[in-house]
Nanobody, 123 residues
Framework: QVQLVESGGGLVQAGGSLRLSCAASGRTFSNYAMAWFRQAPGKEREFVAAIRWSEGSIYYADSVKGRFTISRDNAKNTMSLQMNSLKPEDTAIYYC????????????????WGQGTQVTVSS
């Protein structure tokens, strides 16, 4: 069973940076897609970024392209999200998710989720 644990959220001023991490366990992730989603109060959960664990193919939502960077460390089974130039509209709970196969951007296609970590960006 896949287990995902996020860390690294917090409060930051607009223009600042945060780095989120997701520790993954319970499987060999070579054929997995790992993703970050976020959910703001009153809004649907939305795709942020994803990476194919084996070959490292990367995908970003348009809203974060150029500001966020996703990466993974195969040896440590961790995935990270470096968030720069943060905006108040980035405020949300950020979730790590995993699925076997290709990257998809709908949260309905992901069966494994972390508990989430809060990111708050003040103006």
């Amino acid at each position: 069973q896949v287990q995902l644990v996020e860390s690294g959220g917090g409060l930051v001023q607009a223009g600042g940076s945060l780095r989120l991490s997701c520790a993954a366990s319970g499987r060999t992730f070579s054929n997995y897609a790992m993703a970050w989603f976020r959910q703001a109060p009153g809004k649907e959960r939305e795709f942020v970024a994803a990476i194919r664990w084996s070959e490292g193919s990367i995908y970003y939502a348009d809203s974060v392209k150029g500001r966020f960077t996703i990466s993974r460390d195969n040896a440590k089974n961790t995935m990270s999200l470096q968030m720069n130039s943060l905006k108040p509209e980035d405020t949300a709970i950020y979730y790590c998710a995993a699925r076997m196969g290709i990257v998809l951007t709908s949260p309905r296609n992901y069966g494994s989720w972390g508990q989430g970590t809060q990111v708050t960006v003040s103006s």
